[in-house]
């Protein structure tokens, strides 16, 4: 077991986990944040994307003991005092979500982009969220919800 | 009435968005209970082999496994139309990735320990994978005793002593002698692969067997109550003993439809003292275990006149049901009744086939068989025309289903089936039909246009039914409860704007649940075949006329007129001319209390439900009937791009037309068909089940089996939502949820016909597809 | 949980090659983890020991100096991707990052892990292989430079052994000449593995031009230098095309038939050769 100490959405948090537990896994189970889910496992789809100190990661090809001394945020962190994010009001507003299981992960790849690049390109946008696997929408609504959402600031 | 739609047609954004967008919707992957177990598998290396042995000893030792079964330890067959298939093998595998043994463990480490340290020993038998193979006599037989299976009689014909699951005839006319007279013949083939529907969510259940013999059960379905009808069917338990929850599902697409894996989760709770287990499919497993698409080998047969008019055709459609073929049965049934397109076809003559091989199984997939049939059908039609000389657009004009003509089943096509004449003209218009493309960018690059028509009706059973109950809250609030579940569709959105609409309330004060549950939600047969609007709109319509019944009696009373003077409008109750005097539904809602302290009335719960009408059986021999309550007709018009050199098909633009009849909302209708082409842009181009010489799937993950990403989008997408109105749907709608995606592949062929010259008749359309056939077309002289 | 092992951060290089050292065959280096930890979950293998090296400061490093041209073996690939120098100088070494995978993957996994994985496929290994570049290698013996044209040995397989660590990836110098490119035939636009990738390195001065592909044979195949003097870009792409095809041996396999490469194998390579002739690769 190893100890470790990390920040989720702001708050620290200290644990013991085993070398073989995913972060994907500490999260979900330890923490109760399963907005970050699992759709492949092998960091194919990107349903479990997260920050790993800002940069977008698949929770799930990262062990819990490599997040120690970090910052992680997950969707639960995304809407600050139970208001929606601009890029979640976004998504909500041009109907980019449909059954909703890529959508945590399709909103932290697109979260990460504009810290990175607050108004990004439609070719970076498309970049950003190439790793998020959606069956449901066409990625169209998608892509047009983080259209929306450009210029609204890195911080939620 | 002409009153003006205040809430349906208008785009509302869905009401479970902002669950969805902060990560809080629950779906089945997410649940946990108290004391829960989770469950491993077992699961088969050959495609088809004797079980001679199974070991569990080293896995039992291994502390923490609670309960392990084998196929030994359960004598049931599970199945909706065709009880064929067991919870675990037993005594034979027929596919690779079949369930052999489960593990309930108190962590999912020890339970996929406990399956490594399972030794079964297989005798490989011989295997059958190719569907026409497995018809000719001699082939193994994949299930010897198909004779003794449960089956829904009078609508399944199972053929003893042979691979045949199902035969489905249609007749209509003289085929063979209007082939033999038609002036013009074409005579094709074509296949596609098997393929997977690929929910984010993968399949999950959790079952908990309660001591009293009740069993409560939380799974990520699209049915709940066929769920529990069938565990009540398949282990003797009476309906009120079994609890279905559906929470959130991630995406179904027609692989979540029956049953799955809650008689699996159900037999471990069992067999762990009661204890509740859950079983999520890994991602491998959802392509290699649970099933698939069915692949399809067609032969098309088409007789014309000169002229341009069909005079007959003839097809035989041999199925790739794989192991089991509980709802292939159904998806041969219903290609067949779908299968000559939507033309008008005088002689018709189509024979369907259901047959088993040693592959993983099929079962439905948005479109239902129709996306397959219609591969065959709309490039034959493409074929024929040029055979015929005629423009593709024109010879599908002249032969398109118009008021009057009769269907292949024999129904007469009506107004109210829409225009499938306005969706072609609508696609052609949109992608510039007739003008030839602009050149491209690169001289090894050609483009080309392609059109092709769509058409699909619910396939259900003859009285498939739905129910809706509203309840009015003390605020005046209406909350929806249906068993539709809404997994990613909308339908629940569109509901709501309904009983908006219908109680004269605005749409924030409509509610509905968000997940399903048996104990409380009323009756719906399960979600699937784009049914649900209609039909629990209906249900809804009905629900909420209840309570405006009930709403108007209690009014009348208040005010002294009678009951028909009460008019109902900004969620309030007034006597007819005086709105002055309206009384707020919340003073209503739970009975009405006069000054003095008297009360009348009583909480207002309305009760709504339908049936479908008018549907038959098909008759056995000749498949005339009536199996449609409604059809959707659509088009697709498609210019592409192919790089010849690689192969790479790029789509420049994508219009689609539905005839939805009357769009309900009309941004989540535009979410169906980008969706939906989308969905179909990955059967036309990439997807699609590799299997090796033994029967083993070669591409059972995201590495191997691609589907579309952002990067791979067309360059314009145009959805065309017509509105020729469905006399019997609700406010004249009709479903287009499955459609969008059916006959993309079919038209991107026609496409690569115009732009290489070159026939394709499988899918995919690969890059390496391509290039082959260009290869072949270059070699001949 | 992706296994039972030990999982170790070691604070310097060589507490990591004292740690694997101890460890032997038994230990595996962790740096992005996007094919060990994949590995791991699929149980091709099961190693009792976890050496992280990402947050070792020489792994760390990336320089882009006149005198040398290192990518620490930590260094995450959209790192190197973002670098304006080195797309600058070696267009082509952005662009193979660029291919890997997805936004997500490319913040952990990592240059030397994507040749030190050794797939026949791997997008760096052409770049690099025409590129010269070499491998700083250290173990409880002793450092030492694997240049990458002898790292692969076989199809899954390379010449470092149990105890090793790679430091970081060596180019040389940037120079301000050579003109360098990428070209990968994927499947679909989206996140792939190669069919088949190239990568050519073209130094006008000095009339040579270095060619290597990937996914053609057990390993990434480097081509001996062309001379360019007094060919005709013509006859220079023939030279190549007939080189590549003597070189390699395409095999049919769940991604590409072999027909299917030796048919876009050409393809490439020419619209390669276009790309360094023309200047498109980057260079001046």
Same mark, same amino acid.
Do not use: F, I, R
């Given at each position: 077991m190893h100890d470790i100490e990390l920040r989720v959405n702001g708050h620290a948090e200290r644990a013991s986990v085993p070398a073989g537990m995913t972060l994907l896994e500490f999260l979900r189970d330890r923490l109760a944040l399963t907005g970050a889910k699992e759709g492949c496992g092998i960091g194919e789809c990107g349903a479990c994307t997260v920050l790993l100190d800002r940069t977008p990661v698949t929770a799930c090809l990262v062990l819990a003991v490599e997040a120690d001394g970090l910052d992680v945020r997950t969707i639960e962190g995304e809407a600050a005092d139970g208001e929606l994010s601009a890029l979640q009001r976004a998504f909500v507003d041009a109907g980019a979500v449909q059954c909703g299981f890529c959508t945590p992960g399709m909103i932290m790849s697109a979260r990460a982009l504009l810290l990175r690049s607050p108004h990004p390109s439609d070719e970076e946008i498309v970049e950003a969220i190439a790793g998020n696997l959606c069956r449901?929408?066409?990625y169209e609504a998608i892509l047009a919800a983080i259209r929306a959402a450009s210029g609204t600031g890195g911080e939620p | 009435m002409t009153r003006a739609l205040s809430c349906v047609g208008k785009s509302v954004p869905r009401g479970d968005a902002v669950e969805k967008v902060t990560g809080s919707a629950r779906y089945a992957h997410d649940l946990a209970l108290p004391g829960m177990l989770h469950a491993a598998l077992v699961t088969s290396p050959h495609a088809s082999a004797r079980i001679a042995r199974v070991d569990v000893a080293d896995a039992a030792a291994l502390p923490g496994v609670r309960a392990i079964l084998a196929g030994a330890n359960l004598d049931v067959r599970l199945g909706l139309y065709m009880r064929d298939k067991r919870i675990l093998a037993r005594d034979v595998v027929r596919y690779q990735g079949e369930p052999v043994v489960a593990v309930a463990a108190d962590t999912l480490d020890i339970a996929r320990e406990a399956c490594r340290r399972v030794r079964v020993e297989y005798e490989p038998t011989r295997a059958v994978f190719d569907p026409r193979d497995a018809m000719k006599s001699g082939a193994p037989l994949v299930h010897p005793d198909l004779e003794s299976y449960a089956h829904l009689e009078g609508v399944f014909f199972p053929k003893s002593?042979?691979?045949? %699951?199902h035969h489905q005839k249609i007749r209509k006319g003289d085929v063979d002698a209007a082939i033999a007279s038609a002036e013009v013949t074409l005579e094709a083939r074509f296949d596609n692969p098997p393929v997977q529907h690929v929910p984010m969510e993968t399949h999950a259940a959790i079952a908990q067997a309660l001591p009293d013999g009740r069993v409560e059960i939380w799974t990520s379905s699209q049915s709940p109550y066929t769920v529990r009808h069938l565990m009540s069917v398949v282990f003797g338990l009476p309906h009120a003993s079994i609890r279905v929850h559906v929470p959130y599902v991630g995406g179904g697409f027609g692989g979540k439809a029956g049953l799955n894996l809650e008689p699996l989760v159900y037999v471990l709770s069992k067999a762990a003292g009661g204890r509740p287990v859950k079983f999520v499919a890994t991602r491998e497993q959802e392509f290699n275990t649970l099933p698939s698409r069915q692949g399809l080998h067609s032969t098309i047969e088409i007789g014309a006149t000169r002229a341009g008019k069909i005079v007959a055709l003839k097809a035989t459609y041999v199925w790739d049901a794989g192991a089991y073929a509980d709802y292939g049965v159904n998806v041969g049934r219903a290609a067949a009744y779908s299968g000559a397109g939507p033309y008008a076809v005088p002689n018709c003559s189509i024979d369907s086939f259901v047959v088993y091989t040693n592959k993983v199984y099929g079962t439905a997939y948005r479109g239902f068989g129709h996306l397959e049939v219609l591969w065959g059908i709309e490039r034959a039609i493409d074929q024929m025309a040029r055979k015929l000389g005629l423009d593709p657009a024109e010879f599908r004009r002249r032969n398109l289903l118009t008021v009057g003509d009769t269907t292949i089943t024999g129904e007469t096509f009506t107004a109210g089936h829409g225009k499938p004449v306005e969706c072609l003209d609508a696609v052609a218009k949109a992608i510039e039909w007739g003008t030839p493309s602009t050149p491209p960018a690169s001289s090894t690059k050609r483009r080309g246009k392609g059109i092709a028509m769509l058409h699909k009706a619910p396939a259900m059973p003859t009285s498939t039914s739905c129910s809706a109950i509203i309840k009015l809250d003390e605020d005046g609030a209406a909350d929806i409860l249906v068993? !539709?579940?809404?997994? !990613?569709?909308g339908t629940y959105t569109v509901l709501r704007q309904i009983a908006a609409e219908e109680l004269r309330l605005p749409i924030d004060a409509v509610h509905i649940n968000s997940d399903c549950d048996t104990a409380f939600t009323p009756y719906d047969w399960q979600t699937v075949a784009s049914r649900f609007s209609y039909m629990g709109g209906h249900a809804v319509i009905e629900a909420a006329a209840d309570c405006l019944r009930q709403l108007r009696f209690a009014a009348a009373q208040v005010f002294g007129v %009678?009951?028909?003077k009460i008019v109902c409008e900004n969620a309030s109750a007034y006597p007819d001319g005086e709105p002055e005097r309206a009384i707020p539904y919340r003073s209503l809602a739970l009975g009405y209390v006069y000054p003095n302290g008297n009360a009348i009335g009583g909480p207002v719960i309305g009760h709504g439900r339908f049936i479908a009408r008018g549907l038959t059986h098909l008759a056995p021999d000749t498949g005339q009937g009536r199996p449609a309550q409604f059809w959707t007709y659509g088009a697709h018009g498609v210019e592409v791009e192919v790089d010849t050199e690689t192969g790479e098909i790029e789509i420049l633009r994508i219009a689609s037309a539905v005839d939805a009849g009357k769009v309900l909302n009309a941004g989540l209708a535009r979410g169906q068909v980008i969706g939906g082409v989308v969905q179909g842009i990955g059967s036309a181009l990439w997807e699609g089940f590799r299997f090796d010489k033994e029967g083993r799937l070669k591409n059972p993950s995201f590495v191997d089996y691609k589907i579309p990403t952002a990067k791979d989008l067309p360059r314009e997408m145009v959805p065309i939502l017509l509105e020729n109105p469905q006399p019997d749907g609700p406010y004249g709608a009709r479903g287009v949820a499955e459609h969008p995606m059916i006959s993309v592949p079919s038209a991107i062929g026609n496409a690569l016909y115009d732009a290489l010259g070159i026939e394709f008749a499988s899918l995919p359309l690969s890059p390496e597809h391509v290039i082959a056939r260009l290869a072949e077309k270059g070699t001949k002289p | 949980m992706l296994g039972r092992f030990e999982y170790a951060r070691p604070q310097s290089v060589d507490e990591a090659c004292r740690l694997l050292a101890e460890g032997g065959r038994a230990a595996a280096v962790l740096a992005g983890g996007t094919d060990l930890l994949v590995d791991l979950r699929n149980g091709f293998r099961s190693p009792s020991l976890l050496v992280d090296v990402k947050r070792l400061g020489e792994l760390q490093a990336l320089k882009t100096r006149s005198d040398e041209t290192v990518v620490g073996a930590a260094v995450p690939l959209n790192v190197v991707v973002e670098n304006r120098e080195l797309r600058k100088a070696y267009a082509g070494l952005s662009d193979a990052a660029l291919s890997i995978a997805t936004y997500q993957l490319r913040n952990r996994a990592t240059v030397a892990g994507n040749l030190c994985n050794a797939s026949p496929a791997a997008d760096m290994a052409p770049i690099l292989l025409v590129l010269d570049a070499e491998l700083t290698v250290q173990n409880a013996k002793g450092t030492r430079a694997v240049p990458v044209a002898t790292l692969f040995t076989g199809a899954k397989r390379t010449c470092l052994v149990p105890g090793d660590v790679v430091i970081d990836v060596r180019m040389p110098p940037?120079? #301000?000449?050579l003109r360098t490119a990428f070209r990968k035939q994927q499947r679909i636009r989206g996140h792939d593995l190669a069919v088949v990738n190239a990568a050519a390195a073209y130094a006008p001065s000095r009339a040579t031009l270095r060619v290597a592909v990937g996914s053609c044979a057990p390993t990434p195949v480097l081509l001996e230098p062309f001379?360019?003097? #007094?060919?005709s870009p013509q006859a220079l792409a023939d030279e190549v095309l007939r080189a590549a095809a003597a070189a390699t041996a395409p095999i049919d396999d769940v991604r590409a038939s072999a027909a299917y490469r030796r048919a876009v194998l050409p393809v490439l390579l020419r619209r390669l050769l276009a790309d360094v002739v023309s200047g498109r690769g980057g260079g001046i």
């Open positions: 449901c929408t066409g | 002593n042979t691979n045949v %699951a068993s !539709g579940v809404d997994y !990613g569709q %009678a009951p028909e | 940037l120079d #301000g000449e001379d360019t003097k #007094g060919t």
